[in-house]
């Protein structure tokens, strides 16, 4: 809900804030202390007076569901080429990239860099002294970093290029017509960008503890002494190898044998080995995970979550931690949105089903990015998007074009050893 004072996320930053904007920053699941960083970034990607356009006697072009890298392409594209277009955010313009994926963690990866290259240095005749670790400031460089971003991403930014925002929840009513906060908006075609979310595995006592996905990691302002990550994916290994070079105690389980069970197994070793030479230990091809609190944060300290499991050999193991990352893979967001009514088909383990031309089973409706693709990347997004405006709107046929290296992303990562 948007607040009718005229006052920007930055002017209330300094008083405690209303029952309102407490309110809107826990959904949007940010800190309920709202440092300068912060509010510039929400000023930007979810401002606090936003007021809708009238969507009254006009047939858009093109409406974007979501506004991460996806739903931003499609809707300034189409305005940018003179189309009429609209696009529609329920949580935080730049979506997961810019706010809880790709930025954060690319801003860890560049500390943990350092502390890599500073431990090391004396193996190259180079005398540093001590190194330490300031992770306060780590964290807070990272949200200067998002905040310092986000204007590219920015609802005016959007605005500018002469697109409609629509701040809310989008919900397709047929097949040409979406509703957003009680209004309806016609279309003649339609993208759904609406991104994927962290999935949470059915583990004994899991969601009894507190847990931290990407969506809450980056909240983190002081360092926890251990870390407990599920899931030996990219996104947990990248995570675990930062934590443990801040000097965190890390480890890593998983029920597969093996890290990056998806991918090449020669190269998933290297990179283990590296993790693993950074510090984390892990313990894979465990059983009968599950979790309870030990101890319940105080004075807005951390928790003690234990971790119980029978490793490989069948030894049962506790593990205690302050943090615990869960990390287990990620769901197509694609409940909730109307898509029958809308008649789009879609599984809810692999997204919005898609031809080619990204078009879905309704023709006039496309799907691009997390939701409906399995190369999860932001680049991947953004070029299916800009294809879907070229077909859609401007009658071009292209076809999806899968050869975009995945190692765009691999290099902007730390996982092996320079
Ligand atoms: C920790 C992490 C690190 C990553 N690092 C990299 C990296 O280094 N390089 C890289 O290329 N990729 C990386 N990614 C992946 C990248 O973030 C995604 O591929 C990219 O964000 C996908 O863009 P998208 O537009 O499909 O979806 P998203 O960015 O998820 O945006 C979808 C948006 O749709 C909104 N939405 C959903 N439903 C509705 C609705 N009904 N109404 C209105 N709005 C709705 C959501 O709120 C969201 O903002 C990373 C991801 C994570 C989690």
């Known amino acids: 809900m948007s607040s009718a004072d005229g006052k920007t996320w930055s002017e209330v930053s300094g008083a405690s804030l209303s029952e309102q904007d407490a309110g809107t920053l826990a959904e949007l699941e940010l800190p309920s202390v709202l440092d300068a960083d912060n509010a510039t970034l929400l000023d930007n990607v979810h401002p606090r007076c936003h007021v809708d356009p009238d969507p009254t006697d006009v047939v858009y072009d093109l409406v974007a569901l979501g506004a991460g890298a996806g739903g931003l392409v499609s809707a300034k594209q189409c305005s940018r080429r003179g189309g009429r277009s609209a696009l529609i955010e329920q949580h935080l313009h730049g979506g997961d990239c810019l706010n809880v994926g790709c930025v954060p963690s690319k801003a860890l990866i560049g500390a943990a860099r350092r502390v890599r290259a500073a431990k090391g240095a004396a193996a190259y005749g180079v005398g540093v002294g001590e190194v330490t670790v300031d992770f306060p400031f780590i964290m807070q460089r990272m949200r200067s970093l998002r905040a310092r971003i986000s204007p590219a991403d920015a609802v005016s930014a959007t605005s500018t290029v002469g697109a409609d925002v629509f701040q809310g929840r989008g919900v397709f009513t047929g097949p040409h017509t979406v509703v957003v906060n009680?209004?309806?908006?016609?279309?003649?075609?339609?993208?759904?960008?609406?991104?994927?979310?962290?999935?949470?595995?059915?583990?004994?006592?899991?969601?009894?503890?507190?847990?931290?996905?990407?969506?809450?990691?980056?909240?983190?302002?002081?360092?926890?002494?251990?870390?407990?990550?599920?899931?030996?994916?990219?996104?947990?290994?990248?995570?675990?190898?930062?934590?443990?070079?801040?000097?965190?105690?890390?480890?890593?389980?998983?029920?597969?044998?093996?890290?990056?069970?998806?991918?090449?197994?020669?190269?998933?070793?290297?990179?283990?080995?590296?993790?693993?030479?950074?510090?984390?230990?892990?313990?894979?091809?465990?059983?009968?995970?599950?979790?309870?609190?030990?101890?319940?944060?105080?004075?807005?300290?951390?928790?003690?979550?234990?971790?119980?499991y029978d490793d490989a050999e069948g030894v049962a193991v506790s593990l205690d931690c302050e943090a615990l990352l869960c990390a287990t893979g990620r769901a197509p967001n694609v409940e909730g949105l109307g898509l029958k009514e809308a008649g789009v088909e879609y599984e809810k383990r692999t997204g919005v089903a898609v031809n080619d031309q990204m078009q879905t089973s309704n023709?006039?409706?496309?799907?691009?990015?997390?939701?409906?693709?399995?190369?999860?990347?932001?680049?991947?997004?953004?070029?299916?998007?800009?294809?879907?405006?070229?077909?859609?709107?401007?009658?071009?046929?292209?076809?999806?074009h899968t050869g975009i290296p995945a190692v765009d992303s691999v290099s902007n990562s730390l996982l092996f050893t320079p």
């Open 182 to 308: 009680g209004k309806t908006l016609h279309f003649k075609k339609a993208v759904v960008a609406s991104g994927g979310s962290p999935t949470v595995p059915p583990i004994p006592g899991l969601r009894e503890v507190p847990y931290l996905t990407n969506r809450t990691l980056f909240n983190l302002t002081s360092l926890p002494p251990r870390m407990t990550v599920i899931g030996a994916g990219p996104i947990g290994l990248e995570m675990a190898q930062c934590f443990a070079l801040f000097g965190a105690e890390v480890t890593v389980l998983d029920v597969a044998p093996k890290v990056l069970a998806r991918e090449d197994q020669d190269a998933a070793k290297v990179i283990e080995q590296s993790v693993r030479a950074d510090g984390v230990k892990f313990d894979l091809g465990i059983k009968n995970l599950r979790f309870k609190l030990a101890k319940a944060a105080e004075g807005g300290g951390l928790p003690t979550v234990t971790a119980e």
């Open 363 to 400: 023709p006039d409706i496309y799907a691009v990015g997390d939701c409906s693709t399995k190369w999860q990347f932001t680049h991947m997004a953004g070029t299916q998007a800009q294809m879907v405006v070229d077909n859609a709107v401007f009658g071009d046929e292209k076809k999806v």
